[in-house]
C-alpha cells in the first residue's frame, strides 16, 4: 500500500487539492524512478537542494535536466549558491529517506525555484517520501501550494 510521510499527508490535506499516491519498485534517481512508474521524465519533478547565501531553497526541475547553478543563483537574487551536503538534507528533510524529499518547500520552510519546463507540463509525479512512493498532481496545483519562483535554470542531461 502506498503511503506518504504524515507530515506530506497532513500539508496535502490542508491544502485540500486533489493528488493520488502510489507504490513503485525501488529507484534512487530521478530518471529512474520516472522509468519504474512509467512517467516522462519530463513529468518527473526532480527536487535538489541548494543554499543560496546560506539559505535552504527547492530547485524542481524534469528528471532529465540538471542545475545551472549560475542562473539559479541569479533567480534567487544571491551572492553565493552550493549544493546541499548528504548531512544537511538529513537534518533539512528528518521525515524522508535521503534523496526523497518532495517539491513541498512551504512544508519544511524553504522557498521554492521550479524551472519553467515542468510548468508547462499539465501533471508531475515526485517523491512521497521514499524511494518507493510517489504522488502525482497537476502542476498547476503545486504552483498553488508551494508559491514557487518559475524561472530558467534547468540544463537538458547530457547523458
Not at 507530515?7 to 496535502?12: D, E, V, Y
Not at 487539492?17 to 525501488?26: P, R
Not at 535552504?56 to 542545475?67: G, K, S
Not at 501533471?123 to 510517489?134: K, M, P, R, S, Y
Request: glycine share 6%; charged share 20%; proline share 7%.
Amino acid at each position: 500500500m502506498a503511503t506518504a510521510t504524515p507530515s506530506i499527508q497532513q500539508f496535502l490535506g490542508q491544502a485540500n487539492i486533489a493528488y493520488s499516491l502510489f507504490s513503485h519498485e525501488v529507484a534512487f534517481t530521478a530518471q529512474e524512478e520516472a522509468a519504474v512508474t512509467h512517467t516522462p521524465g519530463r513529468d518527473w519533478a526532480k527536487v535538489v537542494v541548494c543554499f543560496v547565501d546560506d539559505e535552504p531553497i527547492q530547485a524542481v526541475l524534469p528528471a532529465p535536466a540538471a542545475v545551472n547553478l549560475d542562473q539559479l543563483r541569479e533567480l534567487a537574487g544571491a551572492r553565493t549558491i552550493r549544493l546541499a551536503r548528504e548531512d544537511e538534507l538529513k537534518r533539512l528533510f528528518p521525515d524522508c529517506e535521503v534523496g526523497a524529499m518532495p517539491p513541498l518547500g512551504p512544508l519544511y520552510k524553504q522557498r521554492v525555484f521550479v524551472d519553467a519546463a515542468l510548468m508547462r507540463e499539465p501533471e508531475i509525479v515526485f517523491n512521497a517520501g521514499t524511494h518507493t512512493d510517489a504522488i502525482r498532481m497537476r502542476s498547476a496545483d503545486l504552483a498553488l501550494v508551494t508559491k514557487p519562483i518559475v524561472g530558467h535554470f534547468g540544463l537538458e542531461s547530457m547523458l
